[in-house]
């Protein structure tokens, strides 16, 4: 395990715990993400995944344990001061508000502003659309008029509008919780063709599928949960799907201490 | 989609994009519905001229305005609530006991006209936050908690007044509702947004003025058109023989702010974004409940001044007023487009929609036809336009 380069990892998480009562949800997981790299996070229904990124994202409050963000301890748990540190979420669903335009969706909660008659402050449209058509030719994504609203796009392309969305303000990390989970396979891979390229921004991305070949493909590690613990930590090249498998089980695998 | 097109000309294009940015569809859109609004409206107009001879006549289409301020007032802050997927069924309710407190503070109380009418809206404001706070808190839909307050505050309003209907407020409070502006002041102010409008279109479409900042489409067109037409109207009905009534030029500023809000401020788009997906919303960092408590207290404060035009307009604040006004209120905002799942609606879509209904009350009324027609015909009416609704969003699917 990496303990040493704890300072430059973009998370680091240790010993995190979380109980629901008698239910341990999280027994005690610790992980390091550093900037430009891609870890898979695979395990069965239950294992713990969307716990423990709630728990990164200040949505639920651990039981014990410790999580920094680019090295800065979190001390209460809020989503706010997650996103205001770099954290950012990509949900498997409900990522985007259907009747707002594509523009207006990737600023949403972070609009830019100007001063305008009598003081106010005025959406500036122009800069917006700037930025956002600015963000989507850096990032490769095409997409039709951004003034049209997400309604009218495809489930892929939605969920590239929310990956642009994450990544716009330069985060630390972003999670992602099953983002293809909705989408065929095809309409998947210009998805996680995005999520390939995010690297080179600097980014640390934290990948959950149950797609276990996307996993394979897109991640540099994956990290097995099994039972709210980490099995298994090993580099995707080095790993093939049935093995995969086999770990998430806990099959052929030397009872953990 | 014509992703390979734009791509193929991406190189073309990157000369131009800076000046002509891309205008909102969804915008063109409701513009259409509104724009078809407003001619069924036109419509109905000259369809009850040729039946009466005397709709389309200064001092009818003036009344007509004041008649649908009260009920446009209330369809504007539904709208909104709606847009935010709450709704609220206390408006006619809360209308009667504001109505009713006018009459005692100015009454009983002894106090002047303008400071009734400010301690009037801030009760309003109080009721509406009181209602909106319990929404939040308690987390009960919004549906039960002004169900409620449909049932309370009728009963606050026959208790306090003990069932009887004041009337007599003065002079003062009387021109409220019943006033005008000078004539000539009516037109220097028609002309002059007229002018205004003129200025930002060519500004905007053409680049003649300024830099060009959309593109030329058709329904920019007519609009331009619409806007002609509305003016000469207006100088016709407010400039020749009586002024702007107020109640019409409060509305007025009100659609102004509230569209002006929807498309330019953080707080109007949040509104839509929280009825377009509250979940998405409240992740983004938008404060719901804060938005909905800022929207039940903006409900209160309308309700209070539909209360003051009503009240004003009938010089009496009966207990029993406004009966209806709460569901014609709802009608209006439908017809005008709002869609009671949230997320879609527009305040001058309502508004028009309350012009609509309440041109249909008064044709009906100079027709000599009994007024019950009215409520069968605004039943049809709301069908009418919410399949034509449905019909339209399947179609380009
Ligand atoms: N709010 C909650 N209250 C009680 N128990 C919970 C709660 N959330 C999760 N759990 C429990 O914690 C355990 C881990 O759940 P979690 O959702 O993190 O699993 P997961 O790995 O994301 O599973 P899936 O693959 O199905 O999404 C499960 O046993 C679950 O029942
Ligand atoms: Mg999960």
Redesign the pocket.
């Known amino acids: 395990m990496t303990t040493s380069a704890t300072t430059a990892s973009a998370v680091s998480v240790r010993d995190l715990r979380?109980n629901?009562?008698a239910?341990e949800?999280?027994r005690g997981v610790s992980f390091d993400i550093f900037p430009g790299e891609i870890v898979g996070m695979v395990?069965?229904?239950?294992?713990?995944?969307?716990?423990?990124t709630?728990m990164i994202a200040g949505d639920?409050a651990p039981s014990s344990g410790e999580i920094r963000i680019g090295g800065t301890l979190v001390q209460s748990s809020s989503t706010t001061w997650a996103r205001d540190h770099g954290v950012e979420m990509v949900y498997q669903d409900l990522a985007l508000c259907d009747n707002l335009d594509i523009c207006a969706n990737i600023f949403l909660g972070r609009e830019i502003t100007q001063r305008a008659f009598i003081g106010h402050w005025k959406l500036s449209h122009d800069t917006m659309m700037a930025k956002a058509q600015n963000l989507l030719n850096m990032l490769e994504v095409k997409l039709p008029n951004l003034r049209e609203p997400v309604t009218a796009l495809s489930g892929g392309q939605r969920q590239m509008v929310a990956i642009a969305r994450s990544v716009a303000y330069e985060p630390k990390l972003v999670i992602m919780?099953?983002p293809t989970a909705a989408l065929s396979v095809s309409a998947g891979q210009p998805v996680l063709d995005l999520i390939r390229r995010l690297p080179q921004r600097n980014v640390a991305i934290l990948l959950?599928s149950?797609r276990l070949s996307d996993v394979l493909t897109t991640a540099d590690r994956i990290l097995v949960?099994r039972r709210?613990k980490i099995a298994a930590a090993v580099r995707a090249s080095e790993i093939d799907e049935a093995e995969l498998l086999r770990l998430m089980a806990g099959i052929n695998v030397p009872n953990e201490d | 989609m014509n992703v390979k097109v734009g791509a193929h000309a991406g190189s073309v294009q990157a000369a131009v994009e800076p000046i002509v940015s891309r205008q909102s569809l969804e915008l063109e859109r409701s513009n259409w519905r509104i724009i078809i609004l407003i001619g069924a409206t036109i419509a109905i107009w000259v369809g009850f001229h040729i039946w009466t001879g005397v709709f389309i006549s200064p001092r009818n289409l003036s009344n007509l305005t004041v008649q649908a301020a009260i009920t446009a007032v209330l369809a504007a802050g539904l709208c909104w609530l709606l847009v935010a997927r709450e709704i609220d069924l206390s408006v006619g309710s809360l209308l009667a006991m504001c109505g009713v407190l006018c009459m005692l503070l100015m009454q009983k109380a002894g106090i002047n006209a303008y400071l009734t009418i400010l301690i009037v809206i801030f009760i309003g404001i109080g009721i509406g936050l009181l209602q909106g706070g319990l929404r939040v808190k308690l987390g009960i839909p919004s549906f039960i908690i002004t169900l409620a307050g449909f049932s309370w505050l009728r009963g606050l309003a026959y208790v306090l007044s003990g069932a009887e209907t004041l009337s007599g407020a003065g002079d003062t409070f009387y021109e409220v509702a019943n006033g005008q502006f000078p004539v000539l002041l009516s037109l220097a102010i028609i002309l002059l947004l007229a002018a205004a409008h003129l200025y930002s279109w060519l500004r905007a479409y053409t680049g003649l003025i300024g830099p060009q900042r959309f593109e030329r489409r058709p329904v920019n067109l007519v609009i331009l058109a619409l806007s002609i037409g509305a003016s000469a109207l207006a100088v016709w009905v407010f400039a020749t023989r009586r002024g702007i009534p107020y109640p019409l030029a409060f509305l007025g500023l009100l659609v102004f702010v509230m569209e002006y809000s929807a498309r330019n401020t953080r707080f109007g788009r949040y509104v839509y974004a929280i009825g377009g997906n509250p979940t998405s919303a409240r992740r983004s960092g938008i404060n719901v409940d804060r938005m909905v408590l800022c929207l039940f207290g903006l409900m209160g404060a309308l309700a209070a001044i539909a209360a003051i035009i009503q009240t004003s307009r009938l010089d009496a604040g009966p207990p029993n007023v406004g009966l209806f006004v709460n569901l014609s209120a709802l009608s209006a905002a439908i017809i005008g487009g709002t869609s009671l799942f949230g997320g879609e609606g527009r305040v001058l879509g309502a508004v028009i929609g309350a012009l609509l209904m309440a041109s249909i009350t008064n044709g009906l009324s100079l027709a000599g036809v009994d007024t019950f027609y009215q409520m069968i015909i605004t039943g049809a009416l709301l069908i009418v336009a919410v399949s034509a609704d449905h019909a339209a969003q399947r179609r380009p699917k």
């Open positions: 979380k629901y009562g239910v949800a999280t395990g069965d229904n239950g294992a713990g995944k969307s716990t423990l709630k639920v919780d099953e959950i149950h949960l709210g």
